[in-house]
Structures are given as structure tokens and as C-alpha cells.
């Protein structure tokens, strides 16, 4: 399914591989990964309060 969106990835997981790509396991909610600029993955986080993590590593990646 397209939905036509470009700007961000959207990510679906029908056949469980999604594990397999990346450090997130699918097994805590939610989980999320901060990401470069040219979309390599920086760290992954799991559970509530985990972006407070991952802005502080985007800080620190981009000289901040």
C-alpha cells in the first residue's frame, strides 16, 4: 500500500522481520529509533520517556 507520504518512512511489519533490520524488538511499547539525517539509525529506545534519550543522542551526534 502506498500512502504516499515521502518525507518520513513508514514502516509496516506483515512478516515479522522488522527485528531482524534493526535493534527494536517489538516486544516494549512504544519503541523508537533516532535517526541521521541520511536515515542511519543513531540508537534504538523502548518504553515511555525513551525520547528524552533519543534527543539528547541526536544532540550529541550532531555537535550539540
Do not use: W
Not at 509496516?12 to 539525517?37: N, R
Amino acid at each position: 500500500m502506498n500512502l504516499g507520504i515521502t518525507e518520513f518512512p513508514v514502516l509496516a511489519d506483515a512478516q515479522s522481520t522488522f527485528a531482524s533490520l534493526t535493534p527494536m524488538t517489538q516486544q516494549v511499547h512504544p519503541e523508537m529509533c533516532a535517526l541521521t539525517p541520511d536515515l542511519k539509525i543513531i540508537s534504538c529506545y523502548s518504553g515511555h520517556g525513551g525520547y528524552e534519550s533519543a534527543l539528547q543522542d541526536i544532540r550529541n551526534h550532531a555537535g550539540i
